[in-house]
């Protein structure tokens, strides 16, 4: 619905759409209830992210600090994040082998630190090739958005270093990306990355998952039922607590990003 609503606003605009930009790093969903760290390996070009020099010949785009137009992208993934999860409504059964309508790959790609890095530069080129005379102030706020990111890893890091190790699982599938960046892996998802609704079976694995290993903490999403939470809960000594990669609750601005992915280490680094 997102593209009706951007012809609406102008027909001669160009969409920029980020998950189909070939810079764009993306992940396969995962299958099953219960991952190992090693699903991450094939993806894992960027470690701890504790530097990105290797970024440092790209000029990212940061015009948030004038238009937020970055976040306007992100913002746009988000939207359509919503709207794949309103599509699940019509499923009357589910396996754990759904052929994800969505696609092979996963969407959450705003939760990659790298893919984060990588749009801020591809948005600059755009907006200069659109505007050249300012191509010098798109690209200098780009270096700054890249440096807020690079301080921002450094911070995230910091936070989840007192609980790297404890395990957790989340209500869907959709941290891969944020678990890639910073190395801190899900044991499982109670429903799959295109949040359908999951079978008895997958629910039975994550409680056996729960019981057996010793899993500190279960992520609840305040978009999705938490009474599935509850059931996953029941009768373990595991905590609770609530994960946002929406980040429905906070202030749009050139802050959103760097709120984003703060408040979501501290949600797990609380409930672990």
């Not at 699903?39 to 004038?66: A, P, Y």
């Not at 499923?91 to 759904?98: T, V």
């Amino acid at each position: 619905w997102m593209e009706n609503s951007i012809e609406t606003l102008s027909k001669n605009a160009e969409v920029i759409t980020l998950l189909k930009e070939s810079e764009t790093k993306l992940l396969e969903f995962r299958e099953g209830a219960l991952f190992e760290e090693h699903d991450h390996g094939d993806h894992d070009d960027h470690g701890d992210h504790d530097d990105h020099d290797d970024h440092d010949d790209h000029d990212k785009e940061h015009d948030d600090h004038d238009d937020h137009d970055d976040h306007d992208d992100h913002d746009k993934d988000h939207d359509n994040h919503d709207d794949h999860d309103q599509e699940h409504d019509d499923h009357d059964d589910h396996d754990d082998h759904d052929d994800h309508a969505h696609g092979e790959h996963d969407p959450h790609a705003w939760l990659s630190i790298e893919n984060a890095q990588t749009w801020l530069n591809l948005v600059a080129g755009k907006l200069s090739a659109a505007d050249p005379d300012n191509a010098g102030v798109y690209f200098a706020n780009a270096a700054a958005a890249r440096e807020e990111i690079n301080d921002l890893v450094v911070e995230v890091n910091s936070i989840l270093e007192p609980v790297r190790g404890r395990n957790f699982v989340v209500f869907h599938d959709a941290y891969q990306y944020f678990e890639t960046s910073f190395n801190f892996p899900a044991a499982g998802a109670i429903s799959l990355g295109d949040a359908t609704d999951p079978s008895a079976a997958r629910i039975a694995e994550i409680q056996g998952r729960v019981k057996d290993e010793g899993i500190n903490c279960v992520l609840s999403e305040p978009q999705y039922n938490a009474n599935l939470v509850a059931t996953v809960l029941s009768g373990t000594d595991a905590k609770t607590g609530v994960i946002d990669p929406l980040g429905l609750g906070l202030e749009p601005g050139p802050q959103l990003y760097g709120d984003l992915i703060r408040n979501m280490a501290k949600a797990l680094a609380g409930c672990l």
